[in-house]
């Protein structure tokens, strides 16, 4: 499957656990975003990434997130002590290039929180 | 800042009609467009998209939109409506300059069609 792959899809957790979302970006793809998406809205963005580098974060929550795109492995979408809010699918994209529109997104992860 | 608005949460139309989906967007700087559809359980597709020349933008599945920059304005066409049609839809903007990679998505367009 050469798409952008996101795991787990669905992730339970309760109160005050720790939440890691995963994303795997295209092959060949070096540009990684996450976006969240809450019940009838439309998609927010949270962060873009590069391999090793957070290039802009201006949609993370200032706290409790973390993002991070390694030189080996997938992108990590981390969320410590979860609150009820934070409740929403996550999805993750990727593009070439940050000039080589579009963005391909993945299938998304739902986070429930208990 | 940019923003995106979308009319019309929940647009119903029969197999065969023309399907009509409006989107109208805030930028202060020449931006770049495209909607995208979403089927349940799924991520997001892109369906066409505007950058710069060519005002009517030929997508996949027969849809098209047109860039009025008058009317800040994007909106999705198909002349024939079909049953695989049924999904949400989103309607995107992002700056043609810098933070060309930093979309604004509207709040969507949920499609039914009708046998």
Not at chain 1, 45 to 50: D, I, K, N, R
Not at chain 2, 64 to 83: C, I, Q, V, W
Not at chain 2, 97 to 109: A, P, Q, R
Request: net charge positive; charged share 20%.
């Amino acid at each position: 499957n050469a798409g952008v792959m996101q795991n787990p899809r669905h992730l339970v957790r309760r109160r005050g656990q720790e939440a890691r979302l995963r994303c795997s970006p295209m092959k060949g793809h070096s540009h990684v975003y996450w976006y969240r998406q809450l019940p009838e809205e439309g998609l927010k963005f949270m962060v873009y990434l590069q391999k090793e580098n957070i290039i802009d974060e201006s949609g993370m929550p200032k706290e409790r997130f973390s993002a991070e795109f390694p030189k080996e492995g997938p992108s990590i979408l981390r969320i410590q002590q979860v609150v009820r809010g934070d409740s929403a699918a996550y999805f993750c994209a990727s593009s070439g290039d940050r000039n080589n529109q579009p963005q391909h997104f993945g299938d998304g992860t739902r986070l429930s929180i208990l | 800042a940019q923003s995106v608005t979308q009319l019309g949460s929940h647009v119903s139309v029969s197999e065969g009609a023309l399907v009509l989906l409006r989107c109208n967007y805030s930028s202060s700087v020449p931006p770049y467009l495209f909607w995208y559809v979403q089927y349940p359980n799924q991520g997001l597709q892109l369906l066409l998209k505007y950058t710069t020349g060519a005002t009517l933008v030929k997508g996949i599945n027969g849809f098209e939109a047109e860039f009025k920059k008058s009317e800040t304005s994007f909106h999705l066409t198909k002349p024939s409506a079909h049953m695989s049609d049924a999904a949400e839809y989103f309607c995107a903007v992002s700056d043609g300059g810098g933070s060309n990679y930093k979309l604004t998505f509207g709040k969507g367009t949920l499609l039914t069609v009708n046998p």
